[in-house]
């Protein structure tokens, strides 16, 4: 069994979750290859049993590169095991509910492109200040209070990435 790991992401948080997925999936299919789409390279979908896409939540959207792959590769991946994971802060922040965040991000997507995903995964990203530019640090400037509310300082990073969460739905894939 061969399957295909792909992801889009802004800052590699979205990346390290996919090397994580590839890494238990080895443990039961014969191959799996990881892809970052903003390499631009595809190889051909043609040999690949499992197709699971993940995409950073960037702006509130999927990745540019994530959302061009499922939109030109859905007539092949609508035909094949497909599976759906994004990495969000929404969660963690709770700015929007759980099931709010599960149809915005992961079932209108698949819906969008015409997808039945097998699985949808729905994870915590990393929160790094240092890293986000202008537009995005004046816009999370203007939520400061809530971070605040949360006991969070904008001053340091925070990894809220549930591992055996997300190892457990690499394990459900199988």
């Given at each position: 069994?061969?399957?295909?790991?792909?992801?889009?992401?802004?800052?590699?948080?979205?990346?390290?979750?996919?090397?994580?997925?590839a890494?238990?999936l080895?443990?039961?299919?014969?191959?799996?290859?990881?892809?970052?789409?903003?390499?631009?390279?595809?190889?051909?979908?043609?040999?690949?049993?499992?197709?699971?896409?993940?995409?950073?939540?960037?702006?509130?959207?999927?990745?540019?590169?994530?959302?061009?792959?499922?939109?030109?590769?859905?007539?092949?991946?609508?035909?094949?095991?497909?599976?759906?994971?994004?990495?969000?802060?929404?969660?963690v922040?709770?700015?929007?509910?759980?099931?709010?965040?599960?149809k915005?991000?992961?079932?209108?997507?698949?819906?969008?492109?015409?997808?039945?995903?097998?699985?949808?995964?729905?994870?915590?990203?990393?929160?790094?200040?240092?890293?986000?530019?202008?537009?995005?640090?004046?816009?999370?400037?203007?939520?400061k209070?809530?971070?605040?509310?949360?006991?969070?300082?904008?001053?340091?990073?925070?990894?809220?990435?549930?591992?055996?969460?997300?190892?457990a739905?690499?394990?459900?894939?199988?």
């Amino acid at each position: 069994m061969r399957a295909l790991v792909a992801f889009g992401t802004k800052y590699g948080t979205t990346g390290q979750v996919a090397d994580e997925i590839a890494a238990v999936l080895r443990q039961g299919m014969t191959e799996v290859d990881v892809l970052d789409l903003r390499n631009g390279k595809c190889p051909d979908l043609g040999g690949y049993d499992l197709f699971v896409v993940g995409s950073a939540i960037h702006m509130g959207a999927w990745t540019k590169e994530a959302d061009t792959f499922l939109k030109e590769r859905s007539p092949e991946l609508a035909k094949k095991r497909t599976s759906l994971f994004v990495c969000c802060g929404d969660v963690v922040l709770q700015r929007s509910p759980i099931d709010e965040c599960r149809k915005k991000y992961l079932e209108d997507v698949a819906a969008k492109h015409s997808l039945a995903p097998e699985r949808t995964g729905l994870f915590g990203g990393v929160l790094d200040f240092s890293k986000y530019g202008f537009l995005v640090k004046a816009l999370l400037n203007g939520a400061k209070k809530d971070f605040e509310r949360k006991g969070l300082d904008m001053s340091k990073p925070y990894d809220f990435r549930d591992w055996d969460q997300i190892r457990a739905w690499a394990r459900s894939l199988m």
